[in-house]
């Protein structure tokens, strides 16, 4: 649900790292709160009617109760230094996690701190006295795009669960949520260049073609160590006959008519690519990446495919 603007800019506090001041948090008494309360009148009637010294101790003994209650709940928050973390990029389906950092500067422990929202589960967490601790918010990434957070809860119910104190939050925090890979039998991409190019102008299989990252396996005669010395990669030779065929994706190719089922076809297609160490290149409308490889080119096709325009 979308809260009017008036509401957010009067309630939610924005930003990256956020300091609980006293005037931005809120208490209100449990259900068990009520109850307490209740029982607290019920029991000063009753010796009110009755002129019983015993029940006006335990009543009053039980206001005082409600009373300290209510203060140490609102001081286990008050104070309290929160900083939000970008979540890593996760796959359409999967559960994006946002580090939360809470700095507690007080001398006092601030205990059962929780994170409450409409998609955000995280667990209690307690901050020792001038000390630090983490909690993590994790979200489920439902459709490709950013994923935010969004407005959350920060409350306590400590020391005695009749209280409950918190702030509204809305984290300047996004995370990268790629499409969800084509599951199953996939159509391998028709769209190749470079490689049929290649072996036909190949002048025979001694022949030098470049370097790539070492696998398992590779002979280590053609490991390039003068090369491997100047960087922290071990590169390994690759002559021409072997080369590996450099691969086009073309948005044309996943031969669909659905924008997301396109998507997800180049997703399993970039990714297939990625783990056989191929060179390849990435064409959508408007955009073309590569030809390259590598784990730096993988980032920036899956980003490419997730931001594309237009919405699961």
């Avoid at 029982?39 to 009637?45: G, H, Q, R, T």
């Avoid at 009053?60 to 409600?66: I, K, N, P, Y």
């Avoid at 001038?130 to 979200?139: I, K, N, Q, T, Y």
Wanted: proline residues 8%; charged residues 25%.
């Amino acid at each position: 649900m979308r809260w009017p603007a008036w509401f957010a800019e009067r309630f939610e506090q924005r930003g990256t790292r956020l300091r609980l001041r006293y005037r931005r948090l809120y208490i209100l008494p449990t259900r068990h709160g009520l109850l307490f309360a209740a029982m607290v009148v019920v029991m000063w009637l009753g010796a009110v009617n009755y002129s019983n010294s015993l029940a006006f101790l335990l009543a009053f003994l039980m206001a005082g109760l409600f009373v300290a209650a209510m203060h140490h709940a609102f001081a286990n928050l008050l104070g309290l230094e929160v900083a939000f973390s970008p979540g890593a990029p996760v796959f359409a389906g999967e559960m994006a996690v946002f580090p939360v950092h809470l700095d507690n500067p007080a001398r006092r422990t601030r205990l059962a701190v929780e994170a409450e929202g409409e998609s955000v589960e995280a667990s209690p967490v307690d901050v020792a006295t001038r000390g630090e601790a983490a909690l993590e918010l994790r979200c489920p990434a439902r459709r490709r795009g950013r994923l935010s957070p969004g407005r959350l809860a920060l409350a306590s119910r400590y020391p005695t669960g009749l209280f409950r104190v918190w702030t509204w939050l809305r984290p300047a925090v996004s995370c990268l949520v790629y499409p969800r890979p084509e599951a199953g039998e996939v159509p391998p991409p028709p769209g190749r260049a470079g490689a049929s190019r290649g072996r036909a102008g190949g002048s025979g299989d001694d022949d030098f073609a470049g370097l790539r990252r070492y696998r398992p396996g590779d002979p280590l005669r053609r490991v390039a160590w003068k090369a491997a010395a100047r960087s922290q990669e071990l590169p390994v030779k690759v002559f021409q006959g072997e080369a590996p065929a450099r691969l086009l994706l073309r948005w044309a190719d996943t031969e669909l008519s659905d924008t997301e089922a396109r998507l997800s076809r180049l997703c399993r297609w970039v990714l297939d690519a990625d783990a056989e160490g191929r060179v390849y290149e990435l064409e959508l409308p408007g955009l073309r990446l590569g030809p390259s490889s590598g784990a730096a080119h993988r980032a920036r096709c899956l980003a490419a495919l997730a931001e594309f325009p237009g919405h699961a």
